[in-house]
């Protein structure tokens, strides 16, 4: 696991927790927030199963190792840590489009893949009998309801040509590698371990390459005009907000006042709030100055500067006690959306 160490940065301290609630997806406003903060939000949900007390174990390593340095705010990275970071990216396989991850419905999208290419290709060859991958029945229905409106005779080279597109676009090692873990006529699919055997890569990086590149694939077909697309859509999540806060945008945005929404929806002023922290965050048009005054720009102005991991709501509570947290973290999350931006 020193792929971590790609978490950590040498200026700025972070804490590890934060860190493995973004890589397992875990969206509190506060995990939120800092993910922003430490620039790795793209990351969210990309590695689903990670276990807590595996992760905590490999920390210690880094620390004894000495490639991680405890500070008060967090850990930083040490030269010594990015010295280790940079070979070991030279030698594994590093997902290249994270930001898919939360994008797409993990972990039904790998196997409605999986079915797919089974499937088409043994459709090809007009076989019937034959072993289902492994996949929920979730998929399978999915796949069934797609293949009996869209079936035709030259599926399975409509696929293919998807195919040949979308890995022309890859490292052909790669893209080599991608396809053994698919079934198809006559072919069992080869596990990351069974690869790894005769690659440079290991079982781990084989597993991170097959979910990289079908997330991609997903997207891919997403985007085109192929008979897959609306397969492919149907896996795409339309928001990255979680439903309920979606619900609270929208009256948001239709210029519900807060206390209002909270009123319809049956939610205290403090989860309201919340909702509209998230949305800060992930909406690209957030209009902030709908809840900022230019009073609050005045004082935030005037109190903050410098660096923004560095500003506590104490100083506000000092000249303004009326002011509230969810102004800070407002002022906060757009103050840092400037500072991504240039």
């Not at 990275?77 to 280790?84: H, I, K, R």
């Not at 079934?183 to 596990?191: E, L, R």
Request: aromatic share 12%; charged share 20%.
């Amino acid at each position: 696991m020193e792929e971590l160490l790609y978490f950590f940065s040498t200026t700025q301290p972070r804490r590890p927790a934060v860190i493995r609630q973004v890589l397992l997806n875990k969206r509190t406003v506060s995990n939120l927030f800092w993910g922003l903060r430490y620039g790795i939000l793209d990351w969210l949900a990309t590695y689903p199963q990670l276990q807590r007390e595996q992760f905590d174990a490999v920390i210690k390593t880094m620390l004894v190792k000495g490639w991680l340095i405890e500070e008060k705010q967090g850990l930083r990275l040490s030269l010594a840590g990015l010295n280790q970071s940079q070979a070991f990216e030279k030698k594994h396989y590093r997902i290249t489009k994270p930001f898919l991850f939360s994008r797409l419905k993990t972990p039904l999208w790998h196997e409605v893949l999986q079915l797919l290419v089974q499937v088409v290709s043994e459709t090809s060859y007009q076989n019937k009998q034959y072993y289902v991958v492994n996949s929920s029945m979730q998929a399978r229905v999915i796949i069934k309801q797609w293949y009996q409106k869209y079936y035709c005779k030259n599926l399975g080279q409509q696929l293919g040509n998807q195919l040949l597109e979308f890995l022309k676009q890859m490292n052909s090692s790669d893209a080599d590698l991608f396809m053994q873990l698919f079934s198809g006529h006559k072919v069992i699919a080869k596990t990351a371990e069974q690869l790894a055997y005769n690659s440079t890569y290991t079982g781990a990086d084989i597993e991170n390459l097959g979910r990289d590149l079908g997330s991609q694939l997903i997207d891919f077909l997403a985007k085109g005009t192929s008979i897959f697309k609306s397969l492919a859509q149907a896996l795409l999540k339309q928001n990255l907000l979680a439903q309920s806060t979606l619900e609270t945008y929208k009256l948001y945005q239709a210029g519900i006042p807060l206390a209002r929404i909270g009123k319809m929806r049956n939610l205290k002023a403090g989860t309201v709030s919340e909702h509209l922290l998230e949305a800060a965050i992930f909406i690209p048009e957030f209009d902030f100055k709908r809840l900022l005054t230019p009073q609050d720009y005045v004082l935030f102005n005037k109190i903050f500067q410098g660096e923004i991991d560095n500003w506590r709501y104490e100083k506000i509570q000092q000249a303004d006690p009326q002011s509230s947290f969810t102004k800070f973290r407002l002022y906060q999350i757009e103050q840092s959306k400037v500072e991504l931006s240039r």
